[in-house]
């Protein structure tokens, strides 16, 4: 499975139980125990409770700490790792980026040097020592979810929405609530917030503990409201993303103050909803969520009914069972001759590819003359199909893909055991199968794994040749490439012209995502993004990670093991894949199943593969800063009615309607 997705917490069900009904326990009592008595006290009746967020990070503070445990647990991830495209780059990133640099080894040194010393206090301390660096990546396919940090979100139950009068004038932030009165004969009643615990509210905002790992800051203020795309991107119509504000897996305070422009304050309290609790005290909690099988079975929050309709959009005239993939022609101011194709994922491919080819002749067919592409909440999927999506826009344009993978000795090993595979070999280690890849041209091979491997120092990371997958042996029925290998090319001619399509964002687009913008930006596709800071000036379009290929390690340590039991296999055999000498090191140096590792591993990802664009083959993608070609803000409108943001993205981008002042041919647009 690859993981081309933005990580987001999930969203945990509110209940009746009001957290200050919740007696005061004296701090000397396991806080774990605590809320162990409150289910016991409402007789496991209710399906879930909410508690005080205090209580819950009180538990979290009362689990135990290992040193032993905890110092291995960083030695055996230190190897996943090293898979990291672009650590070097990362510690001395190019003036273009815009986060702060970050020391990703360096960092586990500490991290493994504390624990061994016994310098943590609890299990949670140490993962979210862990997390933090996770997160200082800012690469959303750079993740990791450690034992303590599955059972509690802290949810503040206010959400937010940042909105502007107009879409060109400054947004304002408001509760969510007040904002929908703004509607109302009770507009007048109603005032922004202006401050947050003291502090201005969009500062505050910018501020807020990161939960998310995004490399563009508009992107980040973004997620901290609510959306009707990313709640769909990420339940379907199941659930409701209420934005990182409302709900954060770090640690927010225990209350938040909010200050009216109408200078009146309310107070609201962070609180935890748990669904079950069977655990009597914290050294329980801790043996049931971190001691490898001793996991007890809690039920997973995943499991969601589905519900009708997606939320915010209005009924597509085509889409797929997941609404992923929709299009629709709207009849609204603006959008008479427009054609808009919603794609908050190509997964699964060939649904993806039906519709979207589906849309594009209905359009044409309906002599619609623009298109809008909205790829708002899209945190990646299927890289294949991000290509076959452009190439059903532009059949006629051959796909330039270009990437390297970071070259360092335990991947060596692996590329050895697999270089007899062959260039079709359907398996997500594609990238180390030399048969399998080729230069960008898609004409020249490599003429042994060595070949591939290289290393080239670039950025000073010793990184492989610069190659992608063989286009015409990957494209198959399954995971289609329009007009690449065994697929026919259908459509075989570009239907609408590049000036006639427009993207629409919110940055979220990420992963697969951003190789879709990519291939469409080389042919003078525009872009237009939503929301940001308050602020005037440019957004990027792209704001998630530009890496071309993430990996879960849960994937990557069985598939590893399986390659070693093959050499295993064949050392007896008269040609050997690898010899003992190498198998021994593999044994210290190939990162081994989660399974595995000394404490519960749920699962973690790093980023395989650095995209390259054609004029740099040395500048991964994430590193580059690009702005889209116009920028608007949210109104409420844009919020609850997603059609709304397509008549405002068809307005400025096709018939002349304003931009935010400065967002116009900025830094890495396309007339910059
Ligand atoms: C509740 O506990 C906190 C410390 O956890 C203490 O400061 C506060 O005074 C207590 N309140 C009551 C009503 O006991
Ligand atoms: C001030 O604004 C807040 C937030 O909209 C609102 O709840 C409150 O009723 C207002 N107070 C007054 C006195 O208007
Ligand atoms: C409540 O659940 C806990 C653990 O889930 C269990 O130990 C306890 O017996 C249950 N109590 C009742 C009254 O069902
Ligand atoms: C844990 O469970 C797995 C599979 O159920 C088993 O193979 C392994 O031996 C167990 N380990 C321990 C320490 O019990
Ligand atoms: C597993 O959990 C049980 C019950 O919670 C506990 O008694 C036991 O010690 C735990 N085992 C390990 C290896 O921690
Ligand atoms: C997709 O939307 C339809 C309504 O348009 C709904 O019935 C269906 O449940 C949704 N599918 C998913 C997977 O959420
Ligand atoms: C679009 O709306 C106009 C005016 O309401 C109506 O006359 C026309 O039939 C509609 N077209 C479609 C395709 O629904
Ligand atoms: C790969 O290609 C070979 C020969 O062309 C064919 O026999 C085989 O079925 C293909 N394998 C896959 C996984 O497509
Ligand atoms: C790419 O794959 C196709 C289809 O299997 C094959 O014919 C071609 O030789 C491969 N190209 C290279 C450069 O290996
Ligand atoms: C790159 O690899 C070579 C060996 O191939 C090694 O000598 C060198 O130290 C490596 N450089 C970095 C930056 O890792
Ligand atoms: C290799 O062959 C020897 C002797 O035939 C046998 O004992 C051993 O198990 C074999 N090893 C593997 C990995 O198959
Ligand atoms: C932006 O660039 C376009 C294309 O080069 C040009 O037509 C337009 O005048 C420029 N706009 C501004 C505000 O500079």
């Given amino acids: 499975m690859r993981t081309g997705q933005v990580f987001l917490p999930l969203v945990g069900m509110f209940t009746a139980i009001q957290a200050s009904i919740i007696p005061n326990h004296s701090r000397q009592n396991d806080h774990c125990a605590q809320i162990y008595q409150l289910f016991v006290q409402h007789g496991n009746e209710s399906e879930s409770l909410t508690i005080p967020g205090t209580l819950a990070l009180n538990c979290l503070q009362d689990l135990p700490f290992e040193p032993k445990r905890a110092s291995s647990f960083v030695k055996e991830y230190r190897k996943y790792v090293q898979f990291e495209s672009d650590i070097e780059i990362l510690k001395n990133p ?10 990703l080894l ?105 939960v998310h790992s995004c490399q563009d800051w ?36 225990a209350f938040h103050t909010l200050g009216f422009a109408n200078g009146s304050t309310t107070t609201v309290e962070t609180v935890v909803s748990v669904q079950a609790f069977p655990y009597r005290n914290s050294k329980e909690m801790y043996s049931g969520l971190c001691i490898p099988n001793n996991s007890s079975s809690l039920a997973s929050t995943e499991d969601e009914t589905l519900s009708p309709s997606p939320s915010g959009y209005p009924k597509p005239f085509i889409g797929s069972e997941s609404n992923y993939t929709m299009g629709f022609f709207p009849n609204t101011s603006h959008l008479e001759d427009v054609g808009v194709l919603a794609v908050l994922s190509n997964d699964p491919p060939v649904a993806a590819n039906d519709i979207a080819r589906e849309f594009v002749k209905q359009a044409s067919i309906h002599g619609k003359k623009k298109i809008l592409i909205d790829l708002s909440g899209n945190g990646g999927g299927d890289p294949p199909a991000a290509k076959n999506l452009f190439r059903i826009f532009f059949p006629e344009i051959d796909v330039y893909a270009a990437t390297r993978f970071r070259s360092n000795e335990a991947v060596d090993l692996i590329g050895q055991a697999v270089r007899r595979f062959p260039n079709n070999a359907t398996n997500d280690l594609r990238p180390f199968i030399y048969k399998g890849e080729v230069h960008p041209d ?58 006639d399509i427009v993207m629409i964002t919110d940055g979220v687009c990420a992963s697969a995502c951003s190789i879709f913008a990519a291939l469409m930006k080389q042919q003078g596709v525009r872009t237009i993004v939503f929301g940001g800071r308050p602020q005037n000036g440019p957004m990027q379009g792209v704001g998630g990670t530009r890496g071309a290929l993430g990996l879960s390690l849960s994937v990557y340590g069985e598939l590893f093991a399986g390659y070693k039991e093959a050499a295993e296999k064949s050392l007896n055999t008269s040609t050997p894949l690898l010899t003992k000498e190498q198998l021994a090191r593999w044994d210290q140096i190939v990162p081994r199943p989660l399974s595995e590792f000394p404490l519960v591993f749920p699962n973690g990802a790093t980023n395989l593969l650095n995209n390259y664009g054609p004029s740099d083959s040395e500048t991964p993608l994430q590193f580059l800063y690009e702005a889209a070609e116009c920028r608007r803000f949210f109104t409420l409108d844009n919020y609850i009615d997603q059609e709304t943001v397509w008549s405002s993205a068809a307005d400025a981008m096709f018939d002349g309607g304003a931009c935010v002042p400065g967002s116009t041919n900025a830094t890495g647009s396309l007339f910059a």
């Fill in 94 to 103: 190019p003036s273009s980026y815009q986060m702060p640099p970050t020391d």
């Fill in 106 to 210: 360096g960092g586990l040194d500490k991290i493994e040097r504390k624990a061994a010393a016994g310098e943590y206090t609890s299990q949670y301390e140490f993962d979210m020592d862990l997390k933090l660096l996770s997160v200082s990546t800012y690469q959303s396919h750079f993740t990791l979810t450690l034992c303590s940090m599955s059972l509690f979100i802290f949810e503040n139950p206010v959400p937010l929405v940042s909105i502007s009068s107009d879409g060109i004038s400054l947004p304002e932030v408001y509760t969510k609530e007040d904002a929908v009165q703004l509607k109302t004969s009770k507009k007048g009643l109603v005032s922004p917030i202006k401050t947050i615990n003291g502090q201005s509210v969009a500062d505050y905002i910018q501020h807020l503990p990161m």
């Fill in 218 to 253: 508009d992107t980040l203020y973004n997620l901290n409201f609510p959306s009707n795309p990313v709640s769909i991107a990420l339940y379907g119509a199941a659930g409701e993303w209420p934005g990182a504000f409302s709900e954060n897996n770090q640690w927010p305070g």
């Fill in 442 to 499: 898609q004409i020249h091979g490599f003429s042994s794994w060595k070949d591939l491997y290289g290393p080239h120092e670039i950025l000073g990371v010793n990184s492989s040749s610069l190659s992608s997958s063989n286009l015409s042996a990957t494209s198959i029925p399954d995971d289609p490439i329009n007009g690449y290998g065994a697929v026919p090319a259908n459509p075989s001619k570009a239907l609408f012209a590049a000036k």
